[in-house]
């Protein structure tokens, strides 16, 4: 039962996607599942960000498709960090010298990540939430609902669109 309520979400966030970003029936966003590091924060959970506007970002620092989309990540954390969002980076390993965390460590200094990034080498929150691109983006509201996805480069300005007008709703 669990996996089948695990798939059906994962059904429904890509449903979103499909749909042109936005998902008509918002499903509850996962949570953060079989992260063993945390590197820029303490381990965060979707309960306790409840409130906040969340971006979960897939990434892996060898992608180019994702060091491409790291400076409006990187905007978007310094400009909205003071006002309600929150930027979770997951980073996801394709090969396995990503899976090394002294190699992420160096990839958060030379992108100058200062966000909160969930090493998750065992792809249980990348499966938690149906995922299957870098990069990725899911955009979760103060309900702890997806409401936006977007895959890959691109979609910028309608992605930050999406951010404050998430940031300027009331719960």
């Known amino acids: 039962m669990k996996r089948y309520l695990k798939l059906l979400t994962a059904a429904t966030l890509l449903a979103g996607a499909c749909a042109g970003g936005a998902s008509a029936a918002p499903a509850t966003a996962p949570e953060f599942a079989g992260i063993k590091r945390w590197l820029n924060s303490e381990p965060l959970t979707m309960q306790q960000l409840r409130g906040k506007v969340v971006l979960v970002d897939f990434w892996t620092y060898d992608c180019i498709n994702c060091i491409n989309t790291l400076p409006h990540v990187v905007k978007w954390h310094d400009k909205y960090k003071d006002k309600g969002l929150v930027v979770v980076g997951v980073h996801t390993p394709e090969y396995a010298f990503e899976r090394k965390t002294d190699n992420v460590r160096a990839a ?19 499966n938690a939430y149906g995922n299957r691109y870098w990069p990725a983006f899911y955009l979760i509201n103060k309900k702890g609902q997806v409401v936006y996805t977007h895959f890959g480069e691109g979609q910028y300005e309608q992605t930050e669109a999406k951010i404050q007008q998430l940031l300027a709703e009331n719960q």
């Open 108 to 126: 958060l200094k030379r992108f100058n990540i200062r966000f909160a990034v969930a090493q998750d080498n065992g792809y249980e929150t990348w």
